[in-house]
């Protein structure tokens, strides 16, 4: 029988790289995107051609009627969702207005709840189900001049630590991968020093790289994890442990 996933922000760097690494676990993928339509196309084409069928969702989730746009263009019982749209920013918390707050939390907070909600029925039905969240270092540890993206970042760990004991009797597994510096065009603000000095400051001495992430994703939604629910696997190079 078939699996579908869906992946959320599966044309950046981490979300593209989860969609190959989870393809050979045997899902059917639906791949999200919101602006960047080429790369996800690329990426369909590039799956399409190891056989992977795959579906494209374009919706704006840092927008009230996002998750409705999403959920009338899939087709299919979800088994796996993983929630990695995302959108860092820089800068102090005073800088921010209303409008880009309350994005924020739409993005990272409202809609993957709201997603969540409207998927989560036929995995209970069936009785098993795999949801993971990308979140961030930050969400455990905080940073300063990104306490926006700190506190959404920290919300979508606690609903993955409530949720988990919540739906665990159904069968269905909830977990978070927590991503340290990874190279991405989320880095793409720090200049060459800054990179450097941030890769000094990692006990591992390097940034990491996207696939390091796909892996710890691929982990959690294989039999190899059936017995962990409600945890956070930091990806960090031992950084801020």
């Not at 374009?58 to 996002?66: I, L, V």
């Not at 969540?116 to 270092?137: C, D, E, F, Y």
Request: hydrophobic letters at 40%.
């Amino acid at each position: 029988m078939k699996k579908y996933a869906l992946i959320t922000g599966a044309s950046g760097g981490i979300g593209s790289a989860i969609a190959r690494e989870i393809a050979a676990l045997g899902f059917s993928l639906y791949l999200h995107f919101n602006e960047n339509e080429k790369a996800v196309r690329n990426l369909s084409d590039d799956l399409a051609k190891e056989g992977v069928e795959t579906y494209l969702v374009k919706a704006d989730f840092s927008q009230p009627n996002g998750v409705e746009q999403a959920v009338n263009q899939i087709q299919h019982p979800i088994d796996a969702i993983i929630h990695n749209s995302g959108k860092s920013l820089f800068g102090l918390m005073t800088d921010f207005s209303q409008e880009t707050v309350d994005k924020m939390v739409q993005l990272h907070v409202t809609s993957p709840y709201l997603l969540t909600k409207a998927l989560l029925p036929t995995m209970i039905t069936k009785k098993s189900g795999n949801i993971i969240v990308v979140s961030s270092i930050w969400g455990i540890t905080g940073a300063s001049c990104e306490v926006l993206y700190s506190m959404v970042k920290g919300g979508q760990i606690s609903f993955v630590k409530a949720l988990a004991k919540e739906v665990a009797i159904s069968g269905i597994r909830v977990n978070a991968v927590a991503p340290g510096a990874i190279h991405t065009n989320m880095l793409q603000e720090f200049s060459a020093d800054d990179l450097e000095s941030i890769s000094h400051d990692i006990p591992m001495g390097r940034i990491g790289n996207p696939k390091e992430v796909a892996g710890a994703v691929s982990f959690l939604l294989s039999n190899k994890a059936s017995y962990i629910t409600g945890q956070v696997l930091s990806v960090n190079g031992g950084w801020h442990c």
